[in-house]
């Protein structure tokens, strides 16, 4: 990349001015296109983000702030961002260090501050997150999180809705703060483009051709770990070279002027939907990784020396001086200035108050759209029709009547499309998922809005984000749950935390599909796992399981049909039973979360239990009446919520309780209904609560092995005898 070493250069004080020692500065108006007062201007946001940072340092040495990471030697490039993008028309997923670009594009120095000091009013997450995990509405910034990388898919999806609005028909045109020709920027630093992340976003965002604008700031480090570890050739920009429709160019990101030729080019190759763009900006920090952090221990005085001569506000400051844009004595009162604004703007961030500890739980879910209220049951006396259809069949009714209803649902995930090449459509019958759940909704709807993906946990749930960000819904699939585990990242630590961290500012209502359990003959380690209560422990993400279709049906559209990240566990054992089927009910049927069902009425015991075990439940019932024992049987339908009430009135009514799941016996979700049990209803028991669940193991291919690691309904009747005995 060409530099303007003319402008880069640093005068020493017995050389003269290019324009004269007598020149007035009044008179130099341009410099590159740029105007007096543009390049005043860049160097006071420069010099005003190294001042806050300066400032949070001081405040995190008084204990009057409690974290602290700089974006110091980023600020020239970031700059240069912010002036060739467009705030609250493009979307912006930055990361820590993008301080001066959210100056930049108009937050102010008391917003930055009153997230350090986790004050109420903070707008980026209202006290809930740490300073510089950057995030605003009115800006279109969208809320950052701590993992690296995470954010790169979602900007993608964000992208990714723009795509799909003008494909859809009925969006075309309608969708609020959409421009044709918006640009959807993420930034990360060198060491995440070692996440596997970095190079799912790059394939998608190449393959679609979407406007996303991929900023590298390369400061050499992450944290202690240099980039010739990190990278392969210690050059990101070389490696990334060979994706098709990829702008890719250097800049040196010290250089407040070269930056901006560099993503002008960029930013218009995305506007002129040529496809996305990546910058490598090599910058540098003169600050340790963060305040946690000291880089003495790993970096030479001569290297950090070097850095501190490449400082973007120094050399910039000099260029102004030098090229006669202003004098010394007005330059040192742009900076007086700024350290007055950032001083007053601590003092009234340092008072402002910080949220109420009773706020905590606002914001786990959504508090416009309650899933739990009556306006999700329709279920009493709903009429059915038409002959009784398997699981399969009510699920993929669902999705064709809510797809009808909504055209900003969108589905996706792998094998979900009827045929990808839609040229052979006409002469194929058509995948429609590994079990034909999504079966005939890309004929029904068309490609834009139901296709697959590429073999990518992580990819399918950080692009939904994005997509959900923007306003689409979707219904995505993870085509096994054994390998949720890639996409985990995403579900724990976004998905289920948009709204919550950013104070009800984001929301990301995405509905997941997953097919899950044993039972199978076959199905073996990598096919048969169950393990909700690893998600059911994640606040903010409602937990699904029906045990039947008709429970399928009315779940799904509820679940479609709320604000909430939804996990819709199907067991696949359950698909085509003959004893779960049911005729079709109307198209508004729902069933609101947190109501159990009593499959069976009993006056003994009780068994509380949900998925696969609830018919095997009822097989030992059966069995245990022959001996006299009335068993009442609860099928929880919902994990998150589940039905307190309904088992409260069960365990009141018979004393005795079983808790029987598919998951392992230790830390399954039963132990959660076991012990509240025992703390709350323990004067109410007339015998110890026993649970009936998996082995501590895995599922095993031979069938004498499975048997034996999954609970059986003769596992449950010998409970029932057991615990009746009591």
């Known amino acids: 990349m060409k530099t303007d070493t003319k402008v880069l250069k640093l005068v020493k004080r017995d050389e003269p001015l290019e324009n004269g020692p007598g020149v007035d500065v009044a008179e130099v108006t341009e410099h590159r296109g740029l105007s007096r007062a543009q390049m005043v201007h860049i160097y006071r946001t420069m010099y005003l983000s190294r ?150 976003a790059l ?169 739990t209220s009556k306006d999700f049951d329709t279920e009493e006396n709903a009429p059915l029709s038409g002959g009784p259809g ?95 585990w890639p996409a985990m990242h995403q579900i724990r630590n976004e998905l289920a935390l948009l709204r919550w961290r950013s104070g009800n500012e984001w929301k990301a209502p995405v509905v997941i599909r997953v097919p899950i359990g044993g039972y199978l003959k076959g199905g073996a380690i990598y096919h048969s796992q169950s393990g909700v209560s690893t998600f059911t422990q994640i606040p903010g993400l409602r937990a699904v399981f029906p045990s039947n279709a008709l429970d399928a049906n009315g779940l799904l559209r509820t679940a479609i049909r709320a604000d909430d990240p939804v996990l819709f566990f199907e067991h696949k054992h359950l698909y085509r039973q003959a004893y779960n089927k049911s005729p079709y009910p109307p198209d508004d049927f729902m069933i609101p979360f947190g109501k159990a069902r009593v499959v069976r009425e009993g006056e003994n015991l009780t068994i509380i239990t949900y998925g696969a075990l609830v018919q095997r439940s009822l097989v030992a019932a059966k069995q245990a009446e022959q001996q006299g024992i009335s068993v009442e049987i609860i099928d929880l339908r919902s994990l998150v919520p589940y039905d307190w009430k309904a088992i409260v009135a069960s365990v009141k009514k018979t004393n005795r309780v079983i808790v029987a799941h598919e998951d392992p016996l230790s830390f399954g979700f039963g132990a959660e209904i076991a012990a509240r049990i025992a703390d709350e209803l323990f004067e109410c028991l007339d015998a110890p609560v026993r649970r009936v669940c998996a082995l501590d193991t895995f599922v095993a291919y031979a069938p004498q092995l499975e048997d034996a690691i999954l609970p059986q309904a003769s596992d449950v009747a010998k409970a029932i005898v057991e615990l009746n005995r009591y």
């Open 51 to 200: 001042r806050l940072d300066d400032k949070e340092i001081q405040l995190k040495g008084q204990n009057k702030i409690y974290f602290q990471i700089s974006g110091a030697g980023h600020e020239a490039v970031l700059v240069a961002a912010g002036m060739v993008l467009r705030p609250g028309y493009d979307w912006f997923y930055p990361y820590y260090r993008d301080r001066a670009l959210c100056l930049q594009l108009g937050m102010t120095p008391l917003e930055q501050l009153l997230a350090g000091v986790g004050a109420e009013k903070d707008p980026n997450s209202h006290g809930r997150q740490m300073p510089s995990h950057w995030g605003n509405r009115r800006l279109n910034i969208v809320s950052q999180s701590s993992p690296t990388g995470t954010q790169l898919l979602q900007a993608v999806g964000c992208a990714e809705a723009g795509y799909r609005f003008n494909l859809i028909d009925e969006l075309r045109g309608r969708v609020l703060n959409f421009h044709e020709d918006e640009v959807a920027y993420v930034s990360l630093g060198d060491g995440t483009t070692s996440e596997g992340e970095f190079w799912e």
């Open 203 to 371: 394939n998608t965002a190449s393959n679609l051709k979407l406007p996303v604008f991929f900023l590298v700031e390369d400061n050499g480090y992450a944290i202690s770990v240099p980039v010739e570890v990190q990278t392969a050739g210690g050059d990101i920009s070389r490696l990334v070279q060979n994706f098709p429709n990829f702008f890719v160019e250097k800049c040196d990101g010290t250089d407040p002027l070269g930056s901006l030729d560099t993503l002008r080019r960029a930013v218009r190759h995305c506007r002129q939907r040529q496809g996305p763009a990546l910058v490598h900006a090599k910058v540098i920090r003169p600050y340790s990784h963060s305040l946690s952090d000291d880089e003495k221990l790993y970096r030479p005085d001569e290297e950090r020396t070097g850095d501190a001569e490449r400082d973007p506000v120094k050399r910039f400051g000099a260029v102004l001086v030098e090229e006669g844009f202003v004098s010394q004595e007005e330059l040192q009162r742009i900076k007086d200035e700024v350290d007055r604004e950032v001083n007053e703007a601590a003092d009234i961030a340092l008072a402002s108050p910080q949220p109420a500890p009773e706020t905590v739980i606002r914001y786990v879910f959504s508090p416009d759209v309650d899933p």
């Open 390 to 484: 398997t699981m399969v069949d009510l699920i993929n009714r669902v999705l064709h009547t809510e797809m009808a209803r909504d055209p900003r649902i969108v589905v996706f995930g792998e094998d979900v499309a009827d045929c990808s090449r839609e040229n052979n459509l006409d002469r194929v019958k058509g995948k429609g998922g590994v079990f034909k759940v999504t079966a005939n909704l890309q004929r029904k709807f068309g490609s834009a809005r139901v296709f697959n993906s590429p073999l990518a946990e992580a990819n399918i749930i950080g692009r939904a984000i994005g997509m959900a960000t923007r306003g689409l819904k979707p219904v995505v699939e993870i085509q096994f749950f054994d390998y949720i």
